[in-house]
């Protein structure tokens, strides 16, 4: 960083969006660097949770535009996607600036502590505790208004608002914080703020917190009473905060609109804290979060981007990939007619086959290592990202009612979690770190066997994971639509130690070739990795036992077609009508196995 950047720091959260523009006087490696401040202001709420993505585009495009860099730092803004999703929404505002994002937690931890140990408390529309020692942070709340948020503006506000429909309930009176409510509100009677609560959102609601101020510096001892339990809620957080990080005598900053604004709850937190913390040094932050971001922005220096550009080498292993490579026979779709289309994609589909032919020893042996590890009390995991990520959770969703399967036999894990099912999070696949994680959080042992699917055999999120399970001893196997991560191995078998295949008990390679659409795994490579799926689960699941013949004898018969399906069987392998194999499945509580061992 230069003297003379012009940085802007932006901090969002529920209640509003603070930001400041400064000019650096020195460089960042200098001592002393400092800013002066060119311009600040204030915009709409922009908690990354609760605003959309346009919305945010929206509210940051009225920023200043000539900058060098931009620390961005919202509420809500938590996990690598996200921050990289917010980064995605800064470069599209200031495509030439170095950006930097992150949480609100952030941004109050550098503008309250500097590079110092401490504990930041702030309590605004929510509230959260962030405490830093050396290098090592710890943090508790922050969890949302849902979950969490005590001792926020939220949270003193609905405390506030269910009080007096508990009052009404139990005595049929109003108290005298209503009519404060219904000032604020301008709302003429009690059933129009019932009305008002119902389609309220988190930010409508903590904008009442003055009001609940109001009524308890006038003596409402019951909502001074609401008061002392954010407090102690906030108190409770900070003690754990500072056990965990073992600071004894701890420098705690208070920041947030509450704190701020309402000397109360100040004089409130600091005698609760000092009953258990007596030598903990409480004082309310000199500096806006917003200045702790635009710092942040400097501290990063030039490699604040978090997608770095690939080396040579990495852009050519990519491209070199089958599945990147443009397929011939559809070089002019955008020239085709609907039936050539239909046509191209049939005939297409023929490679479909021929791959899954190719790969049938790999496919046998993957059935063998499923049944082996279920039989053993394991669990099977499908981890993938994007498109495999969804053909993995798929099929997993499918097993337990097919089979009679318990829902964590078969799991399916994919980049993104749930959200990423039904809108693209592409972004989430490029963290190993994530990939094992999100392992870590099923607890992998070793009678488990991980399959990783990716159709490029490179996806990050997808190898972290496998190296994970290996490391805990889980058995693991790839499948991927790229010849080229085999290493040149035997079909079916590791290859030379590639960053796909090392490590892996096997790899699946199912050789679709380039796809109509060019990259789009969700084609060929799609519906190859479905079907191999299909045998690998179906072949485990006959192997445990769970087929008589080709008919399903655990089948959970949870709907009307099931139950007639379930009734079908029994008559089938019973050799009776169907009334009868009704009748004895209604008995036995439609257990389509008990009814048949009765036989």
């Known amino acids: 960083m230069k003297p003379g950047e012009r940085i802007i720091g932006v901090e969002g959260g529920g209640t509003k969006t603070a930001w400041v523009l400064v000019e650096t006087l020195t460089g960042a490696d200098a001592p002393g660097c400092e800013f002066r401040v060119i311009d600040q202001g204030k915009l709409p709420p922009s908690n990354f949770r609760l605003t959309t993505s346009e919305r945010l585009r929206l509210i940051l495009a009225e920023l200043p535009k000539q900058i060098d860099r931009a620390g961005v730092f919202l509420a809500g803004c938590a996990t690598e996607e996200d921050r990289r999703l917010l980064e995605q929404i800064c470069l599209e505002v200031w495509p030439n600036a170095k950006i930097v994002t992150g949480s609100d937690r952030d941004s109050g931890l550098a503008a309250a502590l500097d590079h110092g140990d401490g504990i930041v408390v702030n309590a605004g529309s929510g509230s959260s505790v962030t405490g830093r020692r050396g290098d090592r942070i710890e943090r508790a709340g922050g969890w949302g208004h849902i979950l969490g948020d005590a001792g926020g503006g939220y949270f003193l506000s609905i405390q506030a608002l269910r009080l007096i429909l508990r009052e009404h309930d139990l005595h049929r009176s109003e108290m005298q914080f209503t009519a404060k409510i219904l000032h604020a509100l301008s709302l003429n009677n009690f059933d129009e703020l019932v009305r008002w609560v119902q389609t309220a959102d988190k930010m409508d609601i903590a904008m009442l917190a003055p009001v609940v101020f109001e009524a308890a510096t006038e003596g409402d001892a019951r909502m001074m009473e609401i008061i002392e339990e954010g407090a102690r809620v906030l108190c409770e957080y900070t003690e754990a905060v500072a056990s965990r990080l073992h600071l004894l005598a701890p420098k705690v900053v208070l920041m947030g609109g509450l704190f701020y604004r309402d000397s109360l709850y100040t004089h409130t937190f600091r005698r609760r804290l000092k009953k258990n913390l007596p030598d903990a040094r409480v004082a309310t932050a000199a500096r806006a979060p917003e200045l702790g971001a635009a ?101 997993a969703s499918e097993i337990p009612p097919t089979f009679g399967a318990p829902p964590d036999l078969v799991q399916g894990v994919i980049a993104g979690g749930v959200t990423a099912l039904y809108r693209s999070a592409e972004g989430a696949e490029d963290e190993e770190s994530a990939g094992a994680l999100a392992l870590d959080e099923r607890r992998i042992k070793s009678p488990d066997v991980v399959i990783g699917i990716t159709a490029s055999g490179r996806t990050p999120f997808v190898l972290g994971a496998l190296a994970r399970a290996r490391s805990l001893g889980a058995k693991t196997v790839l499948l991927t639509c790229n010849p080229t991560v085999a290493g040149g191995g035997d079909a079916g078998r590791p290859g030379s130690p590639t960053p796909a295949t090392m490590n892996v008990d096997l790899v699946i390679t199912l050789a679709v070739g380039p796809e109509l659409l060019t990259g789009s795994t969700r084609l060929k490579a799609g519906t190859a990795t479905k079907v191999a799926l299909n045998i690998i689960g179906t072949g485990a699941m006959v192997a445990l036992g769970k087929v008589r013949g080709n008919l399903m004898i655990d089948l959970h018969a949870s709907s009307t077609k099931l139950r007639d399906r379930a009734v079908r069987v029994l008559a089938e392998l019973a050799q009776c009508d169907y009334e009868s194999a009704r009748n004895l499945l209604e008995a036995n509580d439609w257990d389509l196995r008990a009814a048949l061992e009765k036989l």
Not at 322 to 328: A, G, I
Not at 360 to 389: D, K
Request: aromatic share 4%; no cysteine.
């Open 295 to 395: 710092w942040l922005a400097t501290e990063a220096g030039d490699h604040a981007a978090f997608h770095p550009k690939p080396s040579q080498s990495e852009i050519d292993s990519l491209a070199a990939g089958l599945t990147e490579q443009r397929n011939p026979r559809s070089e002019n779709l955008e020239k085709m007619s609907a039936q050539e289309i239909v046509e191209v994609f049939v005939e297409e589909e023929k490679l479909v086959q021929d791959a899954l032919r190719n790969a049938t020893a790999a496919l046998v042996g993957a059935i063998q290592i499923v049944t082996e590890s279920l039989r053993n009390g394991g669990r099977l995991f499908y981890v993938g990202a994007g498109s495999s990520g969804r053909i993995g959770v798929l099929d």
